[in-house]
């Protein structure tokens, strides 16, 4: 658990430059390697390990934008003639 926690800032760092759509592809090749080297993860668990975080972040931003759509106050100029 302490290797998985002492990589996420490494991870998140990485894939927030803009190599590719989302960090995707990128967060999966540095779990393989890191998790791979510091803890002995298969290479097929780090990655789905990896596949599966970013899905439940992208769960929560849709659950998000969804309540943000529904909760928005109406526009301002709509009151406004």
Known sequence: ???FLSIMPL????T???ISFGGVGVRETLFQTLLGQLAHVPPALAAIS???????QAS???VGGVAYLL????RAS????
């Open 1 to 3: 658990m302490i290797d």
């Open 60 to 62: 929560w931003g849709m």
């Open 71 to 74: 909760m928005r106050p109406a």
């Open 16 to 18: 927030g430059v803009p």
């Open 78 to 81: 709509a009151g406004r003639r």
């Open 11 to 14: 991870v998140n760092t990485i």
């Open 50 to 56: 990896a596949t599966l975080g970013y899905a439940v």
